[in-house]
Nanobody, 124 residues
Framework: QVQLVESGGGSVQAGGSLRISCTAS????????AGWFRQAPGNAREFVAT????????YYADSVKGRFTASRDNAKNTLYLQMNSLKPEDTAVYYC?????????????????WGQGTQVTVSS
C-alpha cells in the first residue's frame, strides 16, 4: 500500500507562484509513476501533469504547459509541482497520484493511489 500526502497549497494573486509537494510512504517511490490532477468546484477531476519513475520524462496538460513544472526527488520520496504565472482558473484542489505501471498516464483511472488533496486559490 502507498500513502500520499500533499502539502504547500495556499492562496496567491494572479501572476504569482506556488510549489506544492507530495510525500509518499509505504513503497519504494522510484517504482511508481506519478501524476498531478486538479478539481475545481462543479468540475470533473482533470489531468495536470505526469512524470515517469526516473523523472526523465514529463507530460503536461495544454492549459499549464510552460507555466507548471513537475519534478521528483526519489531519495526524499517526494513529488513536486512548481506553478508559475498562476491564473484564477488554476484555482482547484490539487491531488497527487501514483501508479505501479511503467508508463505515464493522463487518465485518472489508471492511478492506484491518491493523496487527500491540497487547495490552491488564485485571486485576480
Amino acid at each position: 500500500q502507498v500513502q500520499l500526502v500533499e502539502s504547500g497549497g495556499g492562496s496567491v494573486q494572479a501572476g504569482g507562484s506556488l510549489r506544492i509537494s507530495c510525500t509518499a510512504s509505504g513503497r519504494t517511490f522510484d517504482s511508481l509513476t506519478a501524476g498531478w490532477f486538479r478539481q475545481a468546484p462543479g468540475n470533473a477531476r482533470e489531468f495536470v501533469a505526469t512524470i515517469t519513475r526516473s523523472g526523465a520524462n514529463t507530460y503536461y496538460a495544454d492549459s499549464v504547459k510552460g507555466r507548471f513544472t513537475a519534478s521528483r526527488d526519489n531519495a526524499k520520496n517526494t513529488l513536486y509541482l512548481q506553478m508559475n504565472s498562476l491564473k484564477p482558473e488554476d484555482t482547484a484542489v490539487y491531488y497527487c497520484a501514483a501508479d505501479r505501471s511503467w508508463s505515464a498516464s493522463l487518465k485518472s483511472g489508471d492511478y492506484d493511489y491518491w493523496g487527500q488533496g491540497t487547495q490552491v486559490t488564485v485571486s485576480s
